[in-house]
């Protein structure tokens, strides 16, 4: 358990839509002012770089937009990520960032979590797309259960948007024991109160993170982005289905209880949400149900998860041949 009080950030920021050395720089510029308020922990959304293709919900292919979106997503070993870890240290603050993984020019939504000490201590991608979203990312393998690091503040966890609606993948990640639990997602909008799910909406989401709070008895940084005039311009989604409209930040930070810490902030504006968070609440949340602890039941219920990472090639070693004599034995 950490100490009494942990002081976190939680963006609400619009990307550099399809630019990866400007998304970069904004990373560094908003972790530098996020410690120099003094938090200790600061969280981006979904796709934060190079923001989220937004495009994806107005048509079903744009070759032109899909080509700068992979050239612009952000690879694990590169100069750029070791830009944001070199920033992490020198501030002496945590970061838990959401990124468009290029691997090898295929995409993955990813969530990073690196130490005050710079150190990447997880890497995990989103387990499996949603809807549209699969039109450019790729499904995870075991990297999806990736999920929870141990951090000199704290235990942080993360999962992606939807994620939070995954049963299954929920309950392992509760089972690692998060103190702090980052829900990133894109830039979402409130329900028109027409046909438009509401479970996708801004009220939708908040939802389920609150919900995951209450479940898992941890604090929930609930990171949202910001959607200008200009993202939609330079992506063309106006008129969409969705995020087609300026709007979509609805950042807040709950309690493990479930209460809501901080105050709303308008949808359009860009700024970062702090909050002291009481680490004891935690421990007075478990006293009356701990889904993984006491109020669990494995002699009844339990979870079989494979966490192997599977290859598309996978190589095995074959053991020598012995010659015994003028003959070869059998292969071992």
Known sequence: MPGSNVRVAVTQAEPAWLDLAAGVKKTCD???????????????????????????????????????????????DSLEMKQIQESAKANSIAVSLGFSENHNKSVYIAQVMIDTDGEIKSHRRKMKPTHMERTVFGDASGECFSSVAELSIARVGA??????????????TISQQEDIHVAAWPNVSPHTGGQDLWSMSAEGCHNLSQTYAIESQSFVLHCTAVLG????????????????????????????????????????????????????????????????????????MSLNVCTRVKKMIREEEIEPLERVGDDLSDEK
């Open 30 to 76: 908003l972790i530098a002012e996020a410690a120099n308020n003094d938090a200790k922990l600061i969280a981006f959304p979904e796709c934060w770089i190079p923001g989220y293709p937004c495009w994806i919900w107005s048509r079903l292919l744009d070759v032109e937009l899909n080509v700068a979106y992979v050239k612009n997503s952000l690879r694990l």
């Open 159 to 172: 999962l992606s948007c939807w994620e939070h609606i995954q049963p299954l993948l929920k309950y392992h």
């Open 229 to 300: 005039q200009g993202g939609i311009d330079q992506m063309r989604t106006s008129g969409g289905v969705l995020m087609s409209s300026p709007g979509g930040g609805s950042s807040a930070i709950f309690g493990p209880d479930g209460r809501r810490l901080t105050d709303p902030v308008e949808s359009t504006t860009e700024k970062i949400i702090y909050a002291d968070l009481a680490m004891d609440l935690i421990v007075a949340t478990k006293l009356f149900a701990d889904p993984t602890g006491h109020y669990s039941r494995p002699d009844l």
